[in-house]
């Protein structure tokens, strides 16, 4: 049995979680960031980093309180975030974790953030392989074949924006606040599809995806109609940009497990995972045409950045004894 004290601060949540086995989950603090980067519309990187430094250690002491643990010498390793993501906010996480495995005298694990919302299944199934994962964030959209535990390889990629940023940036222009992703999916649950988006590289005879030129159309459509005085109906508009992403990503798993009959499991990972569109339509797709292919979704408190998934993704380095020095340092532009 191992316990893992993990730490996630590649972004806007400083997350602290105590995770058995690589499953279970003991505790998993989140403390969001969100309100403080509204008002920019963006995630400001040096607001994150102070935000960062002035929550860790209560969330951790809140991580270690709630696994009702005495002490943080009770676990068996720490974890943490070393990349990707914003330079100053993994080094806060970074600089922690460090610093615990040095008083405590525990091994460090250092942990990709990808893997991370990948392994977030592993908290609700038995991750089995060879696994296909689509991962779909506010910074990444991955296709990754997983031959066997620990072997990525990321068969498809954007070439451009990620899922979540043209989200977002579709939803500030209507509008709505930041992170817009969440209120966009509730708007397009409200309208019809009535404006042409288009389909990028949809069929075009490779895994990967294109974003930019969606999120253009999409302004496009809404500032020529404002030029012409004509009203634009948001929910309307959300519905027919929901549904362009929807098709073509439901199109490149489809195209994937038809390229690796051997897959055995899809999981799906990342903030956008949350998006209501995207589950249902990739469940019912693969269920339809690849029965044999057993399809995992992670619940939404496991979708959006937290550290239950980076101790979930430590497990496997833990048995493996593959730690890191504490030497290691934030990569904010690693790869799986
Ligand atoms: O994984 P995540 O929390 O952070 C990154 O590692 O990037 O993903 C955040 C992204 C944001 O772009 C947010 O708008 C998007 O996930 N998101 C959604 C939904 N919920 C969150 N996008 C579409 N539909 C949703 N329901
Ligand atoms: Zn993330």
Redesign the pocket.
Known sequence: MSMILAIES??DETSVAVIEDGRKIHSNIVASQVKSHMRFGGVVPEVASRHHVEQITQVTQMAVEQAGLDSISQVDAIAMTYGPGLVGALLIGVTAAKTLSMVYQKPLIAVN?IAG?IYANQLVSEMTYPLLALVI????TDLVYIKEEGHFEVIGETQDDAI??A??KVGRLLGLPY????Y??ELAQKGEETYAVPRAMLHEDNLDFSFSGMKSAVMNLFHNAKQRGESIDPANLATSFQQAVIDIVTAKVVKALGQYPDVKQFVLA???A???GIRKNLVDTIQAEFPDVEVVIPPLNL???NAAMIGAAAEYLYQKQDFASLMTNAKPGLML
């Not at 992170?179 to 969440?182: H, I, T």
């Open positions: 590649s972004c953030h919302h964030s506010g910074s990444h979540g940023e989200y977002d992170p817009a992703g969440k966009l999916d990342g903030g956008v949350a998006n209501s979708c959006g950045d």
